[in-house]
T-cell receptor
């Protein structure tokens, strides 16, 4: 079985400060991990993914995420937050070796960047 | 724009009526996923379809909900005899191929969603 947890319902950060949105996962084998962003009344947009290779993955809009196998985490980060980054962020996982082709999404974390 | 198209964007129904939500995948994509988004619950998987074939419907409620993806035309999510608890945003996503062990490893492409309100 696969699962993903986003422990924070909301993250508040001041514009210009670094931001981190947390995600932990549980799979039986090696995971495929994804981050998506959802702006109000819009669909989800893909930000970045980890499949294999370098643990630090760079994605759209200056976001990056670090895969940590020992901590089963895939936290989303950005060095300097923008007000326009305010949105709902979803982490997702697929357990490839477990045979899953259906991504499981977390509950989402609302990121609020204050001017 | 060859993105995932969903319609209607907003749908209002009274209890007991039927709701039909449509989804046209991205050009070249043959696999469709339906998810439901409720406040406080995040995004919940409902059904995964290929043209003329339901691959996985483990997330679909056993009654009143059905989905299809015909050879021609969009995928349809149908909710019969709607109740207030069906009020939610329903998202469709597509992928270019079956995401099995040897297949696509990539992301899903989402539509803008259909927001159903049941009065």
């Amino acid at each position: 079985a696969q699962s993903v947890a986003q422990p924070e319902d909301q993250v508040n950060v001041a514009e210009g400060n670094p931001l981190t949105v947390k995600c932990t996962y549980s799979v039986s084998g090696n995971p495929y991990l994804f981050w998506y962003v959802q702006y109000p009344n819009r669909g989800l947009q893909f930000l970045l993914k980890y499949i294999t290779g370098d643990n630090l993955v760079k994605g759209s809009y200056g976001f990056e995420a670090e895969f940590n196998k020992s901590q089963t985490s895939f936290h989303l980060k950005k060095p300097s937050a923008l007000v326009s980054d305010s949105a709902l962020y979803f982490c997702a996982v697929r357990d490839i070796e477990g045979g899953s082709y259906i991504p499981t999404f977390g509950r989402g974390t609302s990121l609020i960047v204050h001017p | 724009n060859a993105g995932v198209m969903q319609n209607p964007r907003h749908l209002v129904r009274r209890r007991g009526q039927e709701a039909r939500l449509r989804c046209s995948p991205m050009k070249g994509h043959s696999h469709v996923y339906w998810y439901r988004q409720l406040p406080e619950e995040g995004l919940k998987f409902m059904v995964y379809l290929q043209k003329e074939n339901i691959i996985d419907e483990s997330g679909m409620p056993k009654e009143r909900f059905s989905a299809e993806f015909p050879k021609e035309g969009p995928s349809i999510l149908r909710i019969q005899q709607v109740v207030r608890g069906d009020s939610a945003a329903y998202f469709c996503a597509s992928s270019p191929r079956h995401m099995d062990l040897t297949g696509g490893t990539g992301e899903l492409f989402f539509g803008e969603g259909s927001r159903l309100t049941v009065l």
